[in-house]
T-cell receptor, first 115, second 112 residues
Framework: DADVTQTPRNRITKTGKRIMLECSQT?????MYWYRQDPGLGLRLIYY???????NKGEISDGYSVSRQAQAKFSLSLESAIPNQTALYFC??????????????FGPGTRLLVL | RKEVEQDPGPFNVPEGATVAFNCTYS??????FFWYRQDCRKEPKLLMS???SGNEDGRFTAQLNRASQYISLLIRDSKLSDSATYLC?????????????FGTGTRLQVTL
C-alpha cells in the first residue's frame, strides 16, 4: 500500500463550488504539505503543518484553507473554486532531519479542473 | 531572479550518452540540496541529496558549488528509463524554519 494517499485522484468541478482534497499518510511523519504544480511554474507551496496544532501559510495560500484532523490526515479546501485553481495538487510528508535537510514524500497527486 | 533556476530543456540524448544539468540558487544561506525525479503525470521522488563534497550513486553524480551557488547532476550511460523531469530542490533553513524551494525542472528524453 502507498505511504501517502490522496483522494480524489481526478476531479472536475464548476466555478463557485466548494471542494475538498484529502491526504492520508502511514509514514508516521509529523510534517505535511500541500503544493500545486502548474506547467512552467514548478511546485508551489500552499500550506504546511509541522504537527496537529500547527498550520502555516505557504507562498500561495489565498483561496485555500486546510485542516489537520490528525497526524495522519491533512485536507485542503477550495471554498469557492475558480478556473485558475485548475492544477495538479500534491500532498507531501516529511520528518525533521536537522542540518542534513529533510526528504519529502509525495502522494500521487490530484488533478483538478475548474470549469 | 527566481530562487531556483533550471534550464527547462528538453535535453534529447541517445542511449549511452552522458548528460549534465545545472541549477542555480539565489539564497546563499541555503542549507541543503536535492535532486528529485518526476515522471510524466506522477509525483516527484527523491533521486539523491547533494553534499558539499559531491556524491555518486551508480550512474548519477551530484556536485555542489557554494561559491557560485549552483548544483549539478551528471548522468552517465543514459538509459531509456532515465527519461523524466529532474527537479532541483533547495532547503533554505533547518529545523522549524525548514522550507523547500523547487525549480521548475529540466526535462530529459533519452532515445534509441
Amino acid at each position: 500500500d502507498a505511504d501517502v494517499t490522496q483522494t480524489p485522484r481526478n476531479r472536475i468541478t464548476k466555478t463557485g463550488k466548494r471542494i475538498m482534497l484529502e491526504c492520508s499518510q502511514t509514514k508516521g511523519h509529523d510534517r505535511m504539505y500541500w503544493y500545486r504544480q502548474d506547467p512552467g511554474l514548478g511546485l508551489r507551496l500552499i500550506y504546511y503543518s509541522f504537527d496537529v496544532k500547527d498550520i502555516n501559510k505557504g507562498e500561495i495560500s489565498d483561496g485555500y484553507s486546510v485542516s489537520r484532523q490528525a497526524q495522519a490526515k491533512f485536507s485542503l479546501s477550495l471554498e469557492s473554486a475558480i478556473p485558475n485553481q485548475t492544477a495538479l495538487y500534491f500532498c507531501a510528508t516529511s520528518e525533521l532531519a536537522g542540518v542534513t535537510g529533510e526528504t519529502q514524500y509525495f502522494g500521487p497527486g490530484t488533478r483538478l479542473l475548474v470549469l | 531572479r527566481k530562487e531556483v533556476e533550471q534550464d527547462p530543456g528538453p535535453f534529447n540524448v541517445p542511449e549511452g550518452a552522458t548528460v549534465a544539468f545545472n541549477c542555480t540558487y539565489s539564497n546563499s544561506a541555503s542549507q541543503s540540496f536535492f535532486w528529485y525525479r518526476q515522471d510524466c503525470r506522477k509525483e516527484p521522488k527523491l533521486l539523491m541529496s547533494v553534499y558539499s563534497s559531491g556524491n555518486e550513486d551508480g550512474r548519477f553524480t551530484a556536485q555542489l558549488n557554494r561559491a557560485s551557488q549552483y548544483i549539478s547532476l551528471l548522468i552517465r550511460d543514459s538509459k531509456l528509463s532515465d527519461s523524466a523531469t529532474y527537479l532541483c530542490v533547495v532547503n533554505d533553513g533547518t529545523g522549524t524554519a525548514s522550507k523547500l524551494t523547487f525549480g521548475t525542472g529540466t526535462r530529459l528524453q533519452v532515445t534509441l
